[in-house]
């Protein structure tokens, strides 16, 4: 199946797999800067609606758990140049980091 539209592999391939968990291992997505995509299952598979995921992904939407993970760095980082100011809450977010 040919696509063309932005994107961002390996969230497509994340959406993909979480919309379609029987696919992990079986579908195969591949990219070009121009845009295009392309994503391949065995012919033995039949396409459960993948054009409906590719029609609904947007990659300048961050992969859902980005944005927190981003949130907690921000947070360590605060924490490494001022330790003093780390509260509870703080160190609780960090060390979901690990």
Do not use: C
């Given at each position: 199946?040919?696509?063309?539209?932005?994107?961002?592999?390996?969230?497509?391939?994340?959406?993909?797999?979480?919309?379609?968990?029987?696919?992990?291992?079986?579908?195969?997505?591949?990219?070009?800067?121009?845009?295009?995509?392309?994503?391949?299952?065995?012919?033995?598979?039949?396409?459960?609606?993948?054009?409906?995921?590719v029609a609904v992904h947007d990659p300048?939407?961050?992969?859902?758990?980005?944005?927190?993970?981003?949130?907690?760095?921000?947070?360590?980082?605060?924490?490494?140049?001022?330790?003093?100011?780390?509260?509870?809450?703080?160190?609780?977010?960090?060390l979901q980091l690990v």
């Amino acid at each position: 199946m040919l696509f063309t539209k932005p994107h961002d592999l390996s969230k497509l391939h994340d959406e993909i797999l979480a919309r379609y968990p029987e696919l992990k291992g079986v579908v195969r997505v591949e990219g070009w800067d121009d845009g295009r995509l392309r994503l391949t299952l065995p012919d033995n598979v039949p396409d459960p609606g993948l054009a409906a995921v590719v029609a609904v992904h947007d990659p300048s939407k961050p992969a859902k758990g980005e944005a927190e993970q981003k949130a907690r760095e921000a947070v360590l980082t605060r924490i490494k140049a001022d330790p003093a100011s780390a509260t509870i809450q703080d160190l609780l977010n960090v060390l979901q980091l690990v």
